[in-house]
């Protein structure tokens, strides 16, 4: 019986250091910081001065990733950039049923290799709820996974069932919450 119970502790003990582990390393991340670069057009409207906004609301703007007008890059700590480029809504699949196409890239900037995968993604519809890709049976062009070396870049299409109102992306899968979304309204 006593052998019993000091197993059950080093089970704990075992677990409680995974934990912590795996706590550290999402932790680390944490003193890095996420940017975004806004669509050339978006730019070009901010330096012509039609859109005339005061440094500090810049910054701000710059930091947030919720939101996001679809072309916004966003600049993640390992020096991976993922893109939403396009959205095609009103898609019909061949059951008739509704489905919508992004268009999204990945481009390493990072020393290190970096995953990419099409279940990085999620479509939101107008009621909040998110759902991983579908199967699209006119889709062309899609998004696969791998591995991007230094300086690779991939782009590819994820096709969502239904109408979205934004597209999130998962750069870590242990998170509940994505890294970074792009407003379709």
């Not at 019986?1 to 795996?22: C, P, Q, T």
């Not at 991939?154 to 994505?178: I, Q, R």
Request: overall charge negative.
């Amino acid at each position: 019986m006593a052998k019993e119970g000091k197993r059950s502790i080093g089970k704990i003990v075992l677990i409680i250091v995974v934990v912590l582990v795996v706590v550290g390393a999402i932790g680390s991340m944490g003193g890095k910081k996420t940017t975004t670069t806004a669509p050339d057009s978006a730019q070009q409207t901010e330096q012509s001065g039609e859109n005339p906004q005061d440094a500090s609301s810049q910054d701000k703007s710059e930091e947030s990733t919720e939101n996001l007008v679809v072309g916004t890059t966003v600049n993640l700590p390992d020096g991976l950039s993922v893109t939403v480029d396009s959205v095609e809504p009103g898609l019909t699949n061949f059951d008739g049923s509704a489905m919508t196409g992004v268009h999204v890239t990945y481009t390493n900037n990072g020393d290190d290799g970096a995953s990419y995968n099409a279940y990085d993604w999620k479509g939101e519809d107008a009621n909040g709820a998110q759902q991983s890709m579908g199967y699209y049976s006119e889709g062309s062009d899609e998004l696969s996974s791998g591995t991007l070396a230094k300086g690779g870049t991939v782009s590819g299409n994820v096709y969502f069932e239904g109408d979205l109102a934004c597209v999130l992306y998962f750069g870590n899968p242990l998170e509940k919450t994505a890294t970074a979304s792009w407003s379709l309204s």
